[in-house]
C-alpha cells in the first residue's frame, strides 16, 4: 500500500514536470562560467597580472621552484661527495624553499580568491539582470545550475547567451 503511494506520487511528479516542459523550456546555466568568460572580467584577471603585488609574488614563486630544481639537481649529481654536514645543510635549505613555495602558494591562491569575489560583486547584479532577461525572452520554466548535469544538449546551455547578454551590458 505505501509503495504504491509512493508510486503514484512519483507518477505525479513526474506528470507534473512533463506538463510544465510542455508548456516551457527547459535550460541549464553556468553562471560562473559566463560571469568569467566576460570581458569585463577577463580584463580584471589581466589587469591584475600585470598588478606589481601579484607580479611580485608570481615572481617569488617562480624563483623558489627554480632554486628547488637547481638544489635538487646539485643534490642529485654531488650528494655522494658531500659530508654528513653538507647533506643535513642541503636538506635544511630544501625544507627552507618547500616552506617558502607553500607560503607563496598560498599568497597567490588568496589573491585570486579575493580577485574572483570582486568580480563575482561586481558583475553578480548586471548578471542576474542578464539572466532574468534570457528567461524571459527564451520561455524557460525550469533552469539548473550546470554543475547538477552530467549532460546537455547545446541547445539547452544558455551559459554562452548569459555571457554575450553581460558583455552588452558591461561595455
Not at 505525479?12 to 508548456?23: D, I, K, S
Not at 615572481?59 to 627554480?66: L, R, S
Not at 635549505?93 to 570582486?118: G, I, N
Amino acid at each position: 500500500m505505501r509503495i504504491a503511494k509512493i508510486l503514484v506520487l512519483t507518477l505525479a511528479a513526474l506528470f507534473a514536470v512533463t506538463a510544465t516542459a510542455a508548456e516551457g523550456k527547459i535550460a541549464v546555466v553556468d553562471f560562473g562560467k559566463a560571469i568569467f568568460g566576460s570581458e569585463v572580467a577577463k580584463a580584471r584577471f589581466k589587469q591584475a597580472q600585470t598588478a606589481s603585488d601579484f607580479a611580485a609574488l608570481q615572481a617569488k614563486y617562480e624563483n623558489t621552484v627554480a632554486d628547488m630544481k637547481t638544489l635538487k639537481k646539485e643534490v642529485e649529481t654531488k650528494s655522494m661527495t658531500w659530508s654528513a654536514e653538507q647533506t643535513a645543510d642541503a636538506q635544511k635549505k630544501m625544507e627552507f624553499l618547500r616552506a617558502d613555495l607553500e607560503l607563496t602558494t598560498r599568497k597567490v591562491q588568496s589573491e585570486q580568491k579575493a580577485l574572483q569575489s570582486s568580480i563575482v560583486q561586481e558583475l553578480r547584479p548586471k548578471a542576474g539582470e542578464a539572466l532574468q532577461e534570457l528567461i524571459k525572452e527564451e520561455g524557460i520554466v525550469l533552469l539548473i545550475n550546470a554543475e547538477a548535469v552530467v549532460t546537455v544538449a547545446v541547445e539547452l546551455d544558455l551559459t554562452s547567451k548569459l555571457t554575450d547578454r553581460l558583455n552588452k551590458k558591461t561595455k
